[in-house]
DNA sequence: GTCTTGACGTTTA
DNA sequence: CTAAACGCCAAGA
């Protein structure tokens, strides 16, 4: 469970790679579920951002995360076009054309699947 | 120190 | 319905 995300002294971007280390194998978020889920909303663009500070860490998929429409916006950000593709395939997910196909099934909202109290 | 760009999403025209 | 602008925050030039 995630307990800085209550604390502002956290930072934001920590605090999305909490959430993105988090999601399950085989399933994939959005930046703007993951970004409501810290409490901005309308700041899905730092979700992003914190994400490509996220190549030079381990243990940060960001290959499982996608934009609001299953489309794998960020692919090129991972040293190869195909790389994200690959990495999701690996883990049973659907990609056709740079997009999801099963992605409302696959769909992960920490909001709802970490069940905040 | 100022301006532009950015792995997005929502709202208005 | 589609198209465009806005908002958000941060970093690079």
């Known amino acids: 469970m995630i307990k800085s995300i209550n604390d502002k002294n956290a930072d934001f971007f920590e605090n999305v790679f909490a959430v993105v280390k988090l999601i399950p194998k ?12 810290l409490g901005s909303a309308q700041s899905s663009r730092m979700v992003g951002w914190a994400m490509n500070a996220s190549h030079k860490m381990d243990g940060i998929p960001a290959h499982r995360v996608v934009n609001r429409q299953g489309l794998l916006t960020g692919k090129m950000h991972f040293g190869s076009p195909t790389l994200m593709e690959e990495k999701l395939k690996l883990e049973g997910i659907e990609v ?15 909001s709802i699947e970490l069940n905040i109290d």
């Open 26 to 37: 085989g399933r994939v978020s959005s930046y703007g579920a993951i970004a409501k889920y």
């Open 96 to 110: 056709v054309n740079d997009q999801i196909s099963n992605f409302k099934t696959l769909y992960w909202d920490p």
